[in-house]
């Protein structure tokens, strides 16, 4: 058996059965990485706490997922590059931007590049960010509480892009299309 095994709603956990059912609802399927963070009751529930929050934020769908998959490749997490490639592109963010996210360089749309520059230099400056950094921010036209609000986003992600480069989740059939490797960008 695996470390980490790939748990269906009967195979996991008591506590982790309601997270897996509300996954399922959700998506119409159980993400893989979601399956095998099924292991860790805290684990999982976290994951959906915080992500809960982060969709009722301020920002939209579209900005989320930029956030998202910035947040995935900056970490070099393979899956959630994957699943959030599909996600974005279903929110309506371009190809074009979307590829160029995967490539590590910014969208050419103005707000879509300073949400991915924050959290970018989030990530790779451990939240030590110039106030110079957080000015190019709010001139996109975000607030200081949207500032915070990508803060979060950063943390959800931190869940998922680790879980996915601890555990290695399969890639789901309908996101193999979207497959990235860490040396990709």
Do not use: C
Not at 37 to 57: C, D, E, G, K, N
Not at 72 to 96: C, I, Q, Y
Not at 153 to 180: C, D, G, K, M, R
């Amino acid at each position: 058996m695996s470390t980490y095994p790939q748990h269906t709603i009967e195979s996991a956990p008591e506590q982790s059965q309601p997270v897996l059912q509300q996954l399922q609802q959700t998506f119409g399927m159980i993400p893989n990485l979601a399956a095998k963070m099924a292991t860790s009751p805290v684990l999982i529930s976290s994951f959906l706490s915080v992500f809960q929050r982060v969709h009722s934020s301020s920002l939209t769908e579209p900005q989320i997922q930029t956030l998202l998959l910035t947040n995935a490749v900056t970490n070099a997490a393979e899956w959630p590059v994957a699943f959030h490639t599909a996600l974005a592109l279903k929110e309506g963010v371009s190809r074009a931007d979307v590829e160029a996210m995967r490539h590590g360089r910014l969208p050419a749309d103005a707000q879509l590049a300073a949400l991915s520059t924050l959290a970018r230099s989030l990530i790779e400056k451990r939240g030590r960010i110039s106030g110079e950094n957080q000015q190019r921010f709010l001139d996109a036209g975000f607030s200081a509480e949207q500032t915070l609000e990508v803060i979060a986003a950063v943390a959800a992600s931190a869940i998922t892009n680790y879980t996915a480069s601890v555990t290695h989740p399969a890639l789901e059939a309908q996101f193999e299309q979207f497959a990235w490797r860490a040396n990709a960008a």
